[in-house]
């Protein structure tokens, strides 16, 4: 019997142990979760921190944009109306085939104009006119 109360003995020793370790276990458990609620609240404050800095700062972004389109859209009321400058130049192969048929380019007029281009046809005629409007050649 007495093995058997020498191993009651060392069995309730053991229980008392594990307890023991439960207890520092639980208590570090606790201690951990107050120390992660602690810096939940850190990392939340600093990402609202960001937040607030970059809302802000695209803020001002947004108003600068909105200042800057306000003043470029002044600027062309302010301006008299004005057509944008017509093209200067014509192509070379237009021009190379008005040379042939005795136009110059100084002075077209429109009859000889129609003339020379009677050899063309509609859409061609119709391409080569319009190149010359463009290019202020003709009225």
Known sequence: METQ???MGTLSESLERLEARIEAAASLFER???MMEERDGDIRRMVATV???RESELQKKLEAAEQQIAELRAQIEARPESKPSPR???P??????LSKQGIA???VEAGALDTALTGLSLEQRIAVKAQLLRA???A
Do not use: C, H, R
């Not at 070379?92 to 085939?97: E, H, I």
């Open 92 to 97: 070379a192969s237009t021009v190379q085939f």
């Open 5 to 7: 109360g020498e191993n």
């Open 136 to 138: 202020g050649v003709v």
């Open 88 to 90: 200067k130049t014509i």
């Open 51 to 53: 937040e607030n800095s």
């Open 32 to 34: 951990t979760v107050a």
């Open 105 to 107: 380019l100084e002075n």
